[in-house]
Structure formats: C-alpha cells, structure tokens
C-alpha cells in the first residue's frame, strides 16, 4: 500500500506561483501513472496533469503552458509547479498514482488564488 501526502498550498494572489508536492510512502519508480487533480466548489474532480513512469506529461488545456509536473524518483516525489495562477485555479488539489490495479489519492492540499 502507498501512501500519497501533499504539500505546498496556500492562499496566493493572481499571477503568483505554488509548487505542490507529493510525497509517496514508498517507491514510485515502478509507478506508470501519477497524476495532479483538483476540485473547486460544486464541480466534479477533474485532471490537471499526469506524468508516466518515463517522465511524459500531459496536461489539461486550461493550464498548459502555466503548470509543469514533474517527477523524482530518488525522492519518491512527484511536483507540480504552478504559475501565473488564476482565480479559477482555486480548488482542493489531489495527488493520484495507479499502483498495480488501483488507484491511490492523497488527502488533498487547498489553492486559492485571489483577484
């Protein structure tokens, strides 16, 4: 079982940056899927970006270009570095890893980006 811990939100003003982390109980080498999703106020959870085990990122469209993922495996870490934050990137955001069948969620960390 892994566990998965994020860290590095907070309350931030438009055009700042944050870098998220997410820190795993165990090696994620081996992990093929770890993903960043976020979850604002009455709206589903979706994706923001996700990277593979050979380091390919994708990201949705609203933050492609503002949001890079990256990953360490020596640290068991995965990052999301967030800039020229906007309002509407306020939401609760996740950390998700696809460990052998299941996936895996952290307990989330706050973003709130202020006009």
């Known amino acids: 079982q892994v566990h998965l811990v994020e860290s590095g939100g907070g309350l931030v003003q438009a055009g700042e940056s944050l870098r998220l982390s997410c820190a795993a109980s165990?090696?994620?080498?081996?992990?093929?899927?770890m993903g960043w999703y976020r979850q604002a106020p009455g709206k589903q959870r979706e994706l923001v970006a996700s990277i593979t085990r050979g380091g390919s990122p994708n990201y949705v469209d609203s933050v492609k270009g503002r949001f890079t993922i990256s990953r360490d495996n020596a640290e068991n870490t995965v990052y999301l570095q967030m800039n020229s934050l906007k309002p509407e990137d306020t939401a609760v955001y996740y950390c998700n890893a696809l460990v052998g069948l299941a996936f895996t969620w952290g307990q989330g960390t706050q973003v709130t980006v202020s006009s």
């Open positions: 165990a090696s994620i080498s081996s992990i093929s899927y």
